[in-house]
């Protein structure tokens, strides 16, 4: 089965209240087959480079295949 790895961005009260407390109204997550993984970034450059590791890591971890 592929994985699809995504990058969704949080606006508003669905932002952690940490964040929130800091003036942050907006926060990226890493979605893993539609679901969250880790944590909430507060840049998207973040979120990017954490996708970019699950990517490399389910690659590592797929069998060879014929594509």
């Given at each position: ?11 508003g ?12 109204s907006?926060?990226?997550v ?38």
């Open positions: 089965m592929q994985s699809k790895v995504d990058v969704a961005v949080m606006i009260s669905a932002v952690p209240a940490s964040l929130r407390a800091v003036g942050q907006v926060c990226w890493v979605l893993l087959n539609g679901e969250r993984r880790g944590t909430v970034f507060s840049s998207r450059d973040e979120a990017q480079e954490c996708k970019a590791a699950w990517l490399e890591q389910l690659n590592a971890e797929a069998p060879d295949s014929l594509h």
